[in-house]
């Protein structure tokens, strides 16, 4: 049938409206995807491209600023380190706290030893070089090159002075006094030591896997692994698992150790296990001791840090949880995964750090930690109550004319409770690394320091029966009892100033 002038016009626009609106979502919906897929494909490279070298690193760059140009989230995170930031027991200052006046018992602890007159809070790993440089232990007392191996980039040092031995090179160096060893040249004049630990010493420059780099790191983990395991010739950049080498990095400095007594090189103790029962064994073995007490005349250990030992005692390390994954948490970057190289206290961010297998809050999680730590610290007063004691006890016997083969069994007491107190008041985690095992080492120490004050009672009394009278004053009975004092925040002679952090971050 044919329109007529009667009927109304057709309307064709909403239809061609609607191929319009189909077409134009269909074109978003196509951008949509082909932008996703591009998404997926650009994060999917960076998952297989981690990091592009823009320039070539190898065995001798020391310099991070250069390792940075390749990987520049990992070197700001690492920049970091300056940063001022405290825990309920310990952190980072500006002005490092002296333990000699917050703890002033250390001061007897330690007399006739260089820690008796500068022990400061350490800072963050940008200040290891900085910071000996400047401690008293070391500008008031002769120090080894030894010294050196924990605090500085000091490979390519080692290599040059061993002539491509890093072994021979690490034993020359440790034998030099400090400061020949850090001012070592190369033959063009060059100076080999100029940073603190940076990239290369956990490094392979070649293909960025985690490495040991520290010659008494390998010989002490060989020697644990014969002893535990019955492997022979266990070398750790072979034989460990990537997991293992996110805590064994770690453990290359922040152990117990001490230098040989004729050359000076660095030794761990691990020949019969790393636990402190193991060491002190061994140190009696070889008939080692660090000094003779300057307030008793006991023949001395001195305990430095051991993180690595006290954190395989406790529950992380049986359940396969790495160093690196509470103090170097993992972070997102695109579609990268990396370790956050601003090493610090878990609980500075308990987010990535804690959260990621805790369940609860964070605030509930922290409470549970200062718990440990604040019973840690208690037995830490009981034991220095008790070992302080002993000494007064001891020195008083020794005034009223003990010999030392009087105070042979008192002198081994005081030795090992003394050494079990420092184990654990030196050991940075307050406790927290292993609770169970800082308990159990600290009740032995306040035993065994009861059990020498008991010994020397019986010396004393025996003394007198036989007509010694006991002095007005033991020399050194004085020291140790200050009232504890908070430093206050201000510059201190023998710290390094804030404005000589590396250069870029102030």
Known sequence: MSQTSSDPPRKKFPLQRGYIIAVALTAGVTIIIVALLMNIFERRTEGQTPFYRVVEVDEETVDPKVWAQNWPHQYDSYMRTVDHERTRYG???????????KD???????SGYAFAVDYREARGHAYMLLDQEETERVTEFQQPGACL???ASVIPAYRFAGEGDVWAGFVKMSGMPYEEARNIVDDSGEQLIEHPVACVDCHNP???SLRVSRPAFKAGIAALMKHERGIEDYDVNRDASRQEMRTYVCGQCHVEYYFDPQDKHVIYPWAQGINVDDEIAYYDEVGFNDWTHGYTGTPMLKAQHPEFELYNAGTHAAAGVACADCHM?????????????????????MASSCMTCHGGSESDLRQRVHTIQDTTQGLIDRAANALVEMMDDLALARAMGATPEDLAEAYRLHREAQFRLDWIYSENSRGFHAPQEAARVLADAIDQARQAQLEARRIIAALEARGATRPEHVEGSEVGTEKPVKPEPAPVEGVTPAEQAPAGVY
């Open 206 to 208: 070649e293909t960025m």
């Open 149 to 151: 191996h924990c605090h």
């Open 329 to 349: 948490p993992y972070e997102r970057m695109g579609a990268m995964k990396v370790s956050n190289h601003h090493v610090r206290s878990p609980l500075l961010d």
């Open 91 to 101: 952190g980072s200052s500006a002005v490092p706290m002296q333990k000699l006046d």
């Open 104 to 110: 002033p018992w250390l001061k007897k602890m330690w």
